[in-house]
């Protein structure tokens, strides 16, 4: 894996990003590799606790129902997108 071929434009932003930072492409391309892979790593991590943490709360009946949520954020964010689909009503 010595050698990966980059798409022209890419290799353009490398090398303009490289410039910025005065740094060698390589170095820069390491640098931001570097970075994006310890920014994914938390995040996955933080995705997993949150979906444990969610697991454990709904086996624990730590629940509330949608339109309660809904209505919560309805009125925090005074958005009526987040409303529940209505019942057709019986006549």
Do not use: C
Not at 10 to 31: N, S, T, V, W
Not at 43 to 67: L, Y
């Amino acid at each position: 894996m010595d050698l990966m071929p980059l798409k022209p434009e890419r290799r353009a932003q490398l090398e303009e990003y490289a410039k910025r930072r005065g740094q060698d492409p390589i170095a820069a391309l390491d640098e931001a590799l570097e970075a994006y892979l310890d920014w994914e790593r938390q995040d996955f991590s933080e995705a997993v606790e949150g979906i444990r943490r969610g697991h454990e709360d709904i086996a624990a009946g730590r629940t509330r129902p949608a339109s309660e949520v809904l209505g919560n954020l309805r009125r925090k964010h005074e958005h009526s997108a987040l409303s529940l689909p209505q019942k057709p009503r019986k006549t």
